[in-house]
T-cell receptor, first 110, second 116 residues
């Protein structure tokens, strides 16, 4: 089955720094989604990408759908303490399968 | 508020109890899902329903029994669970099954289950 490699596994950064995380796969996806999960809550959708090469922003967040359709990255600019949480990528295939990455745990030090 | 509501948010049950988790989506979606999230493990897809029919069952033990009476409601019936079943159970929905253009999965807030 499809596997997503999400990296890094965890990040410890200073408030104000920029953050970058990515997901790669050997499989092709036709949709990439990025979620954030706060402790004790369900994942909340941040950005959805539907076309290869697409670059989409949501406030301080920017995500791109890789041109090969096998990868995606998420950038957070000027991080703030409330950015703390676990970030997940998810890929959907034409065959109707969805796969989630293992998550990137972000810690922001004030 | 994502439009997907789960109840209860927290549940403690004994190994001989029978309980149910409930999920309701107010988004007019056709597909609904149950995921399990254990500590320090990735999301595990348990069941997928499309238009009230089960389309995927990922080798889940029979002590977990899903029910989808209509496209807006999804239940997970729990019976004789084990302590290792303690986890966050997430319900989700999407307009159609993954793979359809423009499709996105939306999650509920989760039900924390503790089996004692």
């Amino acid at each position: 089955g499809q596997q997503l490699n999400q990296s890094p596994q965890s990040m410890f950064i200073q408030e104000g720094e920029d953050v970058s995380m990515n997901c790669t796969s050997s499989s092709i996806f036709n949709t990439w989604l990025w979620y954030k999960q706060d402790p004790g809550e369900g994942p909340v959708l941040l950005i959805a990408l539907y076309k290869a090469g697409e670059l989409t922003s949501n406030g301080r967040l920017t995500a791109q759908f890789g041109i090969t359709r096998k990868d995606s990255f998420l950038n957070i600019s000027a991080s703030i303490p409330s950015d703390v949480g676990i970030y997940f990528c998810a890929g959907h295939t034409n065959a109707g399968k969805s796969t989630f990455g293992d998550g990137t745990t972000l810690t922001v030090k004030p | 508020e994502t439009g997907v509501t789960q109840t209860p948010r927290h549940l403690v049950m004994g190994m001989t109890n029978k309980k149910s988790l409930k999920c309701e989506q107010h988004l007019g979606h056709n597909a609904m899902y149950w995921y399990k999230q254990s500590a320090k493990k990735p999301l595990e897809l348990m069941f997928v329903y499309s238009l009230e029919e089960r389309v995927e069952n990922n080798s889940v033990p029979s002590r977990f029994s899903p029910e989808c009476p209509n496209s807006s409601h999804l239940f997970l019936h729990l019976h004789t669970l084990q302590p290792e079943d303690s986890a966050l159970y997430l319900c989700a929905s999407s307009q159609d099954l993954p793979g359809q253009p423009g499709n996105t999965i939306y999650f509920g807030e989760g039900s924390w289950l503790t089996v004692v």
